[in-house]
């Protein structure tokens, strides 16, 4: 094994393309490359058959009908006309929304951008492994709530929310129930009638897909839910989307989707098994971790641990060639911990030694061996640094220590 190889465990930031998704792309990049909206001559109705073949395959995945998937961008661009759109349109029912505070910032910051324009929104909070409090929800629906926004699986911390509760709440209390199931589609059940989802957002590439191509799940009926777009121009997608579609993506998400479905338990198997034996490896050698997120119902391919006494980006440094995701990120000048692990309640400390793993389809034992190896080594190294460590080991608690400034 040489030092220089790579090794990708950053799976909840992107996937790579699977090849039978690239090559069922190809075509319509060259020889099929009609826009769908030009139905005059054979190109248009070439593409315009394909996309109706996606739509179809993305619908039935989800337990949708074929008209009521709009394609976009992606899940940033659902996110934003799902919220944006139905509060914009709903806003003489109410101006009233509910989300939570650990949900991905394409949800968050269209609701902080509502909130300046007058809407009304409410953070949810969440428990110590981020799970929500349904009573709390059920609390703080009200007679002009629009729209419950809550995301299935976490992309930080992988707990994964009830959605079927949450969806039977949402119904029997007229609000509009909002999912963001980007990283659980083609991985966890999901069926938005069982589930009472009026929206769902989602993205080709977390599921070995190409960037840039998403779709969004519009119900039509009980209710029928209409929404005000936030792109003009064209009318493509019922009004709901215009710009002419990405033909290709489009394609390879469909693809990406059928492929997932078909081996979905033997895959879902596969990686959690992985992730449970970097687990075990990473707690059997090194003391003081913590693993954040719910310990039974996550994400299988997600392990997010927090390695105490040292800092999450010096521990990434420390091992080149592995890419993994810390929890920090760097915002301006300073380098602020997560606000998902904030709202679990971790501290900054331990919310800046945590580190994401996120393993995938083409992750091997072999790697998962070697990673662990890795960390364990470059964290060790870390620790032999740290006087806070030294002191823990001597049965110190450093955060009791009254430091001297002088």
């Keep these: 094994m040489t030092e220089s190889r790579l090794i990708y465990l950053d799976h909840q930031a992107t ?3 699977d090849p039978q998704v690239l090559e069922a792309m190809l075509p319509y990049f060259t020889q099929h490359f009609g826009n769908a909206a030009s139905r005059g001559h054979d190109f248009g109705w070439a593409a315009e058959q394909a996309t109706n073949q996606a739509r179809e395959t993305l619908a039935n995945g989800i337990g949708a009908k074929e008209r009521e998937i709009v394609f976009t961008s992606g899940a940033t661009e659902s996110n934003n006309i799902a919220i944006l759109g139905a509060a914009r349109m709903y806003q003489r029912k109410g101006k009233h929304l509910i989300t ?4 991905h910032k394409a949800v968050i910051d269209p609701m902080r951008n509502l909130e300046n324009q007058g809407w009304e929104v409410t953070w949810l909070n969440v428990d110590a492994q981020g799970r929500i409090d349904l009573q709390e929800l059920r609390d703080a629906i009200r007679p002009d709530t629009v729209l419950v926004s809550l995301m299935h699986g976490n992309n930080e911390i992988g707990t994964l929310h009830p959605i079927k509760e949450i969806g039977a709440i949402c119904r029997e209390n007229g609000a509009l129930f909002h999912c963001d199931a980007t990283q659980t589609l083609g991985k966890e059940e999901l069926d938005v009638n069982q589930m009472n989802i009026d929206l769902l957002s989602a993205s080709a590439h977390k599921i070995y897909g190409p960037k840039g191509v998403g779709m969004l799940y519009v119900r039509r009926r009980n209710p029928r839910v209409r929404l005000e777009p936030i792109i003009y121009g064209g009318g493509h997608e019922r009004g709901l989307r215009s710009g002419t579609l990405n033909v290709p993506g489009v394609v390879g998400f469909a693809k990406a989707l059928e492929l997932s479905l078909q081996n979905r338990e033997a895959e879902q198997q596969r990686v959690r098994a992985l992730r449970d034996r970097l687990q075990q490896r990473l707690m059997d050698k090194l003391d003081y971790l913590t693993l954040n997120g719910d310990p039974e119902q996550r994400l299988a391919c997600n392990l997010n641990i927090s390695f105490a006494y040292i800092e999450g980006e010096s521990l990434v440094l420390g091992i080149p060639g592995i890419a993994v995701s810390s929890g920090s990120a760097c915002t301006s000048a300073s380098l602020e911990p997560s606000y998902v692990l904030r709202a679990m309640g971790v501290g900054d400390d331990l919310a800046h030694s945590s580190i994401r793993f996120g393993i995938g389809r083409f992750t091997t034992e072999e790697q998962i061996d070697y990673v662990a190896e890795k960390v364990v080594a470059a964290v060790r190294r870390l620790r032999d ?15 009791t220590v009254q430091w001297s400034s002088h």
């Design 385 to 399: 640094m740290s006087p806070l460590y030294e002191m823990a080991l001597e049965g110190i608690d450093p955060s």
């Design 100 to 103: 939570c505070l650990t949900e």
């Design 15 to 17: 996937t790579a393309v």
